[in-house]
């Protein structure tokens, strides 16, 4: 495996170019398209946003931590923040008791 060079995207080809979301979402049509219902949704390189944000959230993290991360620079961040689903009853359960 090759060592990280700090000064080059993590992200990247082999030649140094960075794996672009235009790339990436092409990639992830190539394989994950016979596998999807694109009626239904669709994955793209903008579903990891929302998945870290997500994630993040749900352990815990900081919302400066989470803004840092995605590199948000306002508080948009908590547009793509999807609870899970044991929290989601809990906090269904609540709300039917109001």
Do not use: C
Not at 19 to 31: H, I, P, V, Y
Not at 57 to 85: C, H, N, P
């Amino acid at each position: 495996m090759r060592q990280r060079e700090p000064d080059l995207p993590a992200f990247r080809l082999d030649d140094g170019t960075p794996f672009t979301g235009a790339r990436m979402n092409r990639t992830m049509k190539q394989f994950l398209g016979p596998h999807t219902d694109n009626k239904v949704g669709s994955f793209t390189w903008h579903s990891f946003r929302i998945g870290i944000a997500s994630m993040l959230a749900q352990a815990g993290f900081e919302d400066q931590d989470i803004m840092a991360t995605g590199r948000w620079s306002s508080r948009v961040f908590e547009r793509y923040l999807k609870l899970a689903r044991t929290r989601r009853k809990v906090v269904q359960d609540k709300i039917s008791k109001i």
